[in-house]
């Protein structure tokens, strides 16, 4: 069972940039399917961005695309999202998450796709 700790959260002016990080222990990570996702006050838990286990890329939703990149270090088992041109939308708890790789149902966008999750870290965006 893997555990995951989120850090890099913190508050930033719009235009600005923020790198998140997900530490991932007790599990072989390279062999899971990881994402990011958030929650804004008073709204549900959105996607942000998957990265598959093998090979089979990125993906993100619409309102971050050109702006977040999600990477990963399997030596370092740790999960990124380095987020660029941030606005004041973007705020929200940010939670990284996790899910044994799978050959098949890419891209994994739902909540249920993942089993294993971070306790989140905030970003907030000022205008």
């Known amino acids: 069972q893997v555990q995951l700790v989120e850090s890099g959260g913190g508050l930033v002016q719009a235009g600005g940039s923020l790198r998140l990080s997900c530490a991932a222990s007790g599990g072989t990570f390279s062999t899971y399917t990881a994402a990011w996702f958030r929650q804004a006050p008073g709204k549900e838990r959105e996607f942000v961005a998957a990265i598959h286990w093998i090979g089979r890329g990125t993906y993100y939703a619409d309102s971050v695309k050109g702006r977040f990149t999600i990477s990963r270090d399997n030596a370092k088992n740790t999960l990124y999202l380095q987020m660029n041109s941030l606005k004041p939308e973007d705020t929200a708890v940010y939670y990284c998450?996790?899910?044994?790789?799978?050959?098949?149902?890419?891209?994994?966008?739902?909540?249920?796709?993942?089993?294993?999750w971070g306790q989140g870290t905030q970003v907030t965006v000022s205008s």
């Open positions: 998450a996790a899910q044994r790789g799978q050959l098949t149902g890419w891209p994994q966008e739902r909540e249920r796709d993942y089993e294993y």
